[in-house]
Each structure stands twice: as structure tokens, then as C-alpha cells.
């Protein structure tokens, strides 16, 4: 509240700030709320939906450029007994420019849902939400946000010849129905593409597209994640890995510019999700 105090005090003499007041630090409910519930926070937007003394129209647009640039969300003050409308707006936005199935944590319940899940009857005034963002994933009951880490890794001999055959435009495009192990994903969204039979993140250790490490083995499964497969993935991660992989030991010396057209492919390719979406509804 210490805005609201500097707010007051400017309209008395005698008083000087600078001497007569100090702002003491203190642990705000959007990190307290993230410790519990694991390490949802990354970059984060906290924003009030009380319209008291705020027009709604200030209230929406701060929702959607949060929402358009994939910040998490920090909500305080979703509802009350008598204001209700910027509650609702919020989750039209939402769900407008969001995947329905993205993470939210409800402090308060101590539930994580998902946001089709959000309904107006499960929050109060003494709510706060924390909503994911495109990377946000849940791991042993946690809301986990990745930051994002390099793997140390050597190339595997088989990723090795695949790439030495990529490089020279040898190696498989589309789907390879003539592989005996056709289709090796079962991909939900579409047909299995495999212009990256071999992904050349691995391994991402990330667990935002489905991938998960093997305890105890020191190993990663790419067993459940699909997205390296999905045709929009395939043409963005070739615009960029052009630029990228001029040998195949790059796959280890560059590996940080690869994991970040990693993260930029899934949120490009996620946003367009999103985009098809609007467009058929």
C-alpha cells in the first residue's frame, strides 16, 4: 500500500519523504503463491481485476498484450459479490488467445485446472491466479515454467549419420510410410512428419512438449513428445536450423542457439494454434 501513502502525504506540510518514510520490504502473494505450487514464474505480468477505479477498458488491454506476448499472469482481485464483469472478460479474452488446456494455479483451493476448466463459482476476492504460459507443464503435482538449461551431451551415432545425410539433402522428408516403424509417434493433431527422425535439440531436457527424463538412467524420452513431428514445427525449425547446422558437431558446439529456435518454434507454432483456432470459430 505504500503507493497509497505517498498518494496522501503529498497534500501535508511538514512532511519530508525522503526522512519521514520508509518502504519496508515484504513477500508479495504472487511469490508466495508460486512456492507453492512449484516454480511457475519466469517472465510475469501481475495485473488487478478490480474495475473500482480502473475502467475496464484498461483492464482489457493490459489482459490481451499480457496474453499476445506469452507472459505467465498474476490475477489479484478476479471477483466479488457485486463485481463480476472483468472476471468474465478476462476468461473470454483467455480463452480467445490461449490454448484451453493451459496451466492455472488458484491460490485459495490449492487446485491447478486448466483454464477451460475456470469457473466463476470457484473464485473470490481473496483468490489470486497464476496463469501459465505456452512452455508451462506439470511434473509430480508441480507448475513448472522452464527456464531453459544445456544438456551436455555426446552426438549419438545414429543422430550422426542422419545429420550427415540431412546435410546433404539425403534424408527423409514428409512421412516416411516406407519406414518399418511408420508411424513411431501417435500424433494427435495430424500425420507424422519425419524430416527430424532424429531431433536435433536432444535432448532438450524440457518437459513442455512431452519429453521426460528416465529416472535414475541418466536418459531422455522423447516417447511422448510429438511436436518435433508436426508439419508447422518441421517448416519452422528448417528456417532456422539452415542457419545454424553448417557440420554435425554444431549439434553440440551450438547447442544454445538451438534450443533457442527450440523455444521460439513452439511458441510460434503454438500462437498459430491458437490463430487456426479463432479463425474456425
Not at 497534500?11 to 519523504?17: D, L, Q, S, T
Not at 528416465?214 to 536418459?219: A, C, F, P, S
Amino acid at each position: 500500500m505504500a503507493n497509497l501513502i505517498f498518494q496522501l502525504i503529498s497534500k501535508y506540510r511538514g512532511f519530508n519523504p525522503q526522512e519521514d518514510l520508509k518502504v519496508f520490504l515484504g513477500v508479495t502473494a504472487v511469490n508466495y503463491a508460486a512456492s507453492i505450487f512449484g516454480a511457475p514464474l519466469h517472465d510475469f505480468a501481475v495485473i488487478s481485476l478490480s474495475d473500482i477505479l480502473t475502467p475496464l477498458s484498461e483492464i482489457e488491454k493490459k489482459i490481451k498484450a499480457a496474453s499476445r506476448f506469452d507472459f505467465i499472469m498474476a490475477i489479484y482481485n478476479p471477483i466479488s459479490k457485486t463485481r463480476k464483469k472483468s472476471f468474465r472478460r478476462f476468461k473470454e479474452i483467455l480463452m480467445e488467445t490461449k490454448d484451453p488446456k493451459t496451466l492455472i494455479d488458484i491460490l485459495d483451493s490449492g487446485k491447478i485446472i486448466t483454464l477451460d476448466e475456470l469457473k466463476e463459482e470457484d473464485i473470490n476476492m481473496s483468490t489470486l491466479l497464476i496463469v501459465g504460459n505456452s512452455l508451462t507443464y506439470l511434473q509430480d503435482g508441480f507448475m513448472i515454467t522452464p527456464r531453459g538449461y544445456v544438456v551436455k551431451s555426446d552426438i549419438h551415432p545414429m543422430s550422426r549419420n542422419f545429420y550427415e545425410r540431412y546435410l546433404k539433402g539425403e534424408s527423409p522428408t514428409g512421412r516416411n510410410i516406407e519406414c518399418e516403424y511408420y508411424p513411431c509417434h501417435d500424433c494427435t493433431n495430424g500425420p507424422q512428419y519425419c524430416d527430424f527422425c532424429y531431433c536435433p535439440f536432444y535432448p532438450c531436457g524440457d518437459s513442455s512438449t512431452g519429453g521426460k527424463w528416465i529416472k535414475d538412467k541418466n536418459v531422455w524420452s522423447c516417447e511422448d513428445c510429438e511436436w518435433i513431428h508436426m508439419k508447422n514445427t518441421v517448416e519452422c525449425v528448417k528456417k532456422g536450423l539452415n542457419n545454424i547446422l553448417e557440420e554435425v558437431a554444431d549439434l553440440k558446439s551450438k547447442k544454445k542457439e538451438l534450443l533457442k529456435l527450440r523455444r521460439n518454434c513452439i511458441l510460434e507454432t503454438k500462437n498459430n494454434e491458437i490463430i487456426n483456432k479463432s479463425e474456425k470459430s
